[in-house]
C-alpha cells in the first residue's frame, strides 16, 4: 500500500482490535482454534452445529473476521497495518476453506466469507512477498497443531 494509515484508519484499527478482546469472541476464539478442524461441510456442521454453543462460537469468529475484512476491502482500514499487526484472520481462513465451497453451494450464497476470501488471498502474496516460505512454513505449523483424532479424520 505504500501509504500510512490515516488517523481515521488508526482509530479504526484500534477499535477492530477492542472488539476481539470481548470476553465473548475471546473464549469463540479459543474454542476455534483448538477444536475447528474440518475438510468439508459435514465436518464444519458437526463440529459446529447450528443451534448450539459451538455453532455459535464458529459463526462468531467467522463473522467477525467477514466484518473486519469487509472493511478492509472496502479500504476503511490500512491494508499494510492490518497485515502487520496481526494474521489471524489468515488462520481463521486456512481452517474454514475447505468447507466454504459446499457451504457457497448449499446455502446458495456466492459471497460467504467472500470479503475473508479476497483479504486472505491478498495476505499470502503480501506475506510471500516479505518472507517467501512463511506461508508453507505456517501451514505446516497449523497441520502439526491438529489435535491426533483430528488428523486421523
Not at 455453532?55 to 478492509?72: D, N, P, R, T
Not at 499487526?85 to 466454504?100: Q, S, Y
Not at 518472507?131 to 512454513?137: M, Q, S
Amino acid at each position: 500500500m505504500e501509504t500510512k494509515p490515516t488517523h481515521e484508519q488508526a482509530q479504526l484499527h484500534l477499535q477492530v482490535y477492542e472488539l476481539r478482546r470481548e470476553a465473548k469472541l475471546r473464549q469463540a476464539r479459543d474454542w476455534f482454534f483448538k477444536n475447528y478442524f474440518v475438510e468439508n461441510l459435514e465436518d464444519s456442521m458437526r463440529i459446529g452445529p447450528p443451534g448450539t454453543e459451538n455453532g455459535a462460537f464458529k459463526m462468531m469468529v467467522l463473522s467477525y473476521w467477514e466484518q473486519a475484512c469487509a472493511l478492509l476491502n472496502y479500504g476503511l482500514l490500512h491494508e499494510d497495518l492490518f497485515f502487520e499487526t496481526g494474521g489471524e484472520f489468515f488462520g481463521v481462513w486456512e481452517r474454514a476453506k475447505p468447507a466454504v465451497p459446499q457451504a457457497r453451494e448449499k446455502f446458495v450464497n456466492k459471497q460467504f466469507l467472500a470479503h475473508l476470501e479476497r483479504a486472505a488471498q491478498r495476505y499470502e502474496a503480501w506475506a510471500e512477498s516479505r518472507n517467501p516460505g512463511g506461508i508453507a512454513a505456517m501451514r505446516e505449523m497449523m497441520k502439526q497443531m491438529r489435535p491426533p483424532a483430528a488428523k486421523a479424520a
